[in-house]
């Protein structure tokens, strides 16, 4: 009798532990289906690098290199000039194009939960925690893990990244036992890393292990020559978009967007060409009043910052869609953001909600 009810103990702990199994890797699919589903739905700058430039050849010829072999990948430039995309570049070209290409924004996470988002946590391990959460490196097992922003990770936080890249391995918090990954990291920022470790806010060992095989995007002023090629392509984009037909873009406008120094690279001229689009009425580009002159702005040689062009982006597209926000027809849809999204853009830029 004992030896059957042993028997029975046996194969009821079997079961719960199979059961367990599942529910675990049941998670991670769906964890894994969120995020590849929110990744479908956005709206990515660019389906491939536009450009012929000598500069940006270079950065072609870089990722043909290193993409196949592996190695980790830091990547630097200005902001807007696609590091985002030649990281997607370096994940496709690789043998692990076949799975998922995970991003984390390093600088768009508040500092407590960096550590949950990278590598997850156990049901019970702080207060709020009502289930375990699978992290970011976890479900990049087997393909890519892009961090962006990197320079702005949490100091308390880099010597256990450190530990990920050199050994493979991390515990989710609260855990007790040592999860082991196979992830290749992309790393990416516009800010001077050698700098802030002269001022102790970046770890030089951290460093050295991301800098394997640098990158370095060139500006939009460092390849005026591509511009005529983005202003085709982004004309064609947004004039599908927006049912227009542009074909023509005069030789003065031609010039001024070359001549222009495009503080905001890439992103601030998709900006400009998506307000020109809306703005022009026939097949010829119209870029209306932009730039803006000394006396439109009030500032020193008539240039502006990224944020004045988004701000006056964003005001022109609200006024299209009658100041709606979200819903078929609303202006976070023609800019390929999420509602919330652009009421914290609205928030940020003081771009008032009218009635």
Not at 38 to 65: T, Y
Not at 137 to 162: R, V, Y
Not at 235 to 261: C, D, H
Request: glycine share 8%.
């Amino acid at each position: 009798m004992l030896e059957e009810v042993a028997n029975q103990i046996a194969l009821a702990v079997e079961n719960m532990r199979a059961f367990e199994e599942i529910a675990r890797l049941r998670a991670k699919l769906e964890e894994e289906n969120r995020y590849l589903q929110e990744e479908i739905k956005s709206d990515h700058n660019f389906e491939e690098i536009v450009g012929q430039s000598r500069a940006i050849k270079e950065v072609f010829k870089a990722i043909e290199a290193v993409a196949p072999a592996g190695a980790t990948v830091l990547i630097t430039g200005e902001t807007g000039t696609g590091k985002e995309l030649a990281a997607r570049a370096l994940h496709h070209l690789s043998p692990r194009r076949g799975k998922a290409l995970i991003k984390v924004n390093c600088a768009a996470l508040p500092a407590g939960l960096v550590e949950s988002e990278l590598f997850g946590h156990e049901k019970g391990a702080f207060t709020g925690a009502i289930a375990r959460k699978i992290g970011r490196f976890e479900l990049a097992h087997g393909g890519t893990l892009f961090l962006d922003e990197i320079g702005d990770l949490p100091l308390e936080l880099q010597p256990k990244l450190l530990r990920v890249l050199q050994e493979g391995e991390f515990e989710r918090i609260g855990a007790s036992h040592t999860t082991t990954i196979d992830v290749r990291v992309i790393a990416a920022t516009n800010r001077d890393l050698e700098t802030a470790i002269r001022e102790s806010r970046f770890r030089s060992d951290l460093y050295y292990r991301l800098n394997v095989f640098p990158i370095r995007l060139p500006s939009l002023r460092e390849r005026t020559e591509d511009i005529p090629l983005l202003v085709r392509y982004l004309t064609l984009k947004y004039g599908t978009r927006f049912g227009k037909r542009i074909s023509n873009v005069p030789p003065a406008i031609m010039e001024v967007l070359q001549t222009y120094s495009w503080p905001g690279n890439v992103r601030e001229l998709e900006n400009v060409i998506e307000r020109a689009t809306i703005l022009s009425e026939g097949a010829e580009l119209d870029l209306g009043r932009w730039p803006m002159t000394t006396g439109d702005r009030g500032r020193e040689g008539g240039t502006r910052t990224l944020e004045d062009v988004e701000r006056e982006h964003i005001l022109a597209v609200l006024e299209l869609t009658g100041w709606r926000v979200s819903g078929e027809r609303g202006a976070a849809g023609h800019l390929g953001m999420k509602p919330t999204t652009l009421e914290a853009r609205m928030k940020k830029l003081g771009i008032t909600r009218k009635e």
